[in-house]
């Protein structure tokens, strides 16, 4: 199994990264987490002839803006899109005239699903629990080829987190606030809030991402982020547009 880290920018693309994106290169399909603008780098890896899936934590606009994309890819039988309830209406609005080509007018199916809390079977085991922020968001822990991954963003702290997480072999969670800052208005994460959940869920590995624009500027911003969570979490790493890891 491939881990491609896409996007890792919260709110809007900057010389440090596109917004956020994750792709899973699986033994019997592809998972791709959030459909920000770094969906366009998944070119680049969808080369075998497998079903894709996207999961989508809420729909801000930096999480669904690269949709508008999907015309330029040629999906192996029906892309299905998963999303919280109100998928459809919320997708159909944006990905439609005259802000894009509609998705029922794209080269091949494409279904929504609209999920509620809990397990799911099919297309490989996940679970889905919802997250505070100003749009409620759902997190996900995706079971495939015997690992398991937790992708958390546009959250606040919450046990939820906890449950998706727990001996989790990637942790992937937000920390879109600079280093002991909270939000009340707009629940997001800080290194060491993210730090402490990854040690409470025994996770093997913390991966950061979600970066706010407007707060990470820089990449040694983000560095100095990761160096933080160490001290809580010792296997912590800043994301970056471009990073893959194999387990």
Not at 11 to 27: E, P
Not at 130 to 154: F, M, N, Q, V
Request: hydrophobic residues 40%; aromatic residues 8%.
């Amino acid at each position: 199994m491939r881990i491609a880290i896409l996007g890792t920018n919260g709110v809007y693309s900057t010389k440090t990264g596109n917004t956020s994106c994750v792709l899973i290169d699986a033994k019997g399909c592809y998972a791709i987490l959030d459909a920000g603008d770094g969906i366009h780098r998944a070119k680049g890896y969808l080369r075998d002839p497998k079903p894709a899936h996207i999961f989508l934590s809420h729909f801000h606009l930096d999480h669904i803006i690269g949709l508008h994309l999907l015309d330029e890819f040629r999906f192996e039988g029906p892309l299905r899109i998963y999303g919280k309830r109100g998928a459809r209406r919320a997708l159909n609005l944006v990905i439609n005239e005259p802000f894009s080509r509609p998705l029922a007018e794209l080269p091949y199916e494409v279904v929504i699903e609209e999920l509620d809390e809990g397990w799911r079977e099919y297309p490989f085991r996940f679970r889905c629990r919802l997250l505070p922020h100003r749009d409620p968001s759902l997190g996900y822990r995706l079971e495939l080829d015997g690992k398991a991954i937790a992708y958390c963003t546009d959250t606040g702290p919450h046990e939820n987190i906890l449950e998706l997480a727990r001996d989790a072999d990637v942790l992937i969670l937000e920390c879109a606030l600079r280093s002991g800052r909270s939000s009340a208005e707009w629940p997001h994460m800080n290194p060491e809030e993210a730090a402490r959940f990854a040690k409470m869920a025994n996770a093997k590995l913390l991966i950061l991402t979600h970066f706010n624009a407007a707060e990470y500027r820089t990449m040694e911003e983000r560095e100095e982020a990761s160096e933080r969570a160490r001290e809580i979490f010792s296997d912590a790493i800043a994301a970056a547009d471009g990073m893959e890891l194999d387990l």
